[in-house]
């Protein structure tokens, strides 16, 4: 069986990766996980420790060879609005509504729900459906984990 148990960042690499892995943004966080080879076969991921793997990354699987990560295109809905400030204002609406989101200068991703599509065509927002890979950020508390080892009280 193939397995992996580390991967090296998008731009850190060199080389060819012998095969690829295509992951929706949810299936891109795993800790172990079983994943289907884009040709043929399957890799085991077992890490240390829960991972948001990203477009470009790769698995380093025990024998040196490497597994390209590639991001699935989603169905999304693409948000835009007239100004910045509206956008902003329509960022802190997703927020509020504890929705993934990919956010840019010029509009906001979010997976496809027609009932938020229809909140916010409301709010003033041009919504329109697009199909892309989905890279949405990562929550204030991602990496910190579930302990509390970095917060130490002296006594």
Partial sequence: MLTSNSFLRHGTWSGTPFDVVVLDHGER???RKMLRL????EVL???AHAAALA???VLVLDDGRMVEVIAAEEE????TAHSGTELSELCWHIGNRHLAAQI??????ILRDHVIKAMLEGLGAHVRDVAEPFHP???AYA???HSHEAHVHEH
Wanted: aromatic content about 4%; glycine content about 18%; charged content about 30%.
């Fill in 29 to 31: 966080h795993l800790r």
């Fill in 38 to 41: 884009a040709h043929e076969g």
């Fill in 45 to 47: 991921a077992d890490f």
């Fill in 55 to 57: 477009h470009g990354d």
């Fill in 76 to 79: 999304l809905l693409e948000i």
């Fill in 104 to 109: 840019e200068a010029h509009r906001i991703l």
């Fill in 137 to 139: 950020m990562r929550g």
């Fill in 143 to 145: 990496g910190l984990g």
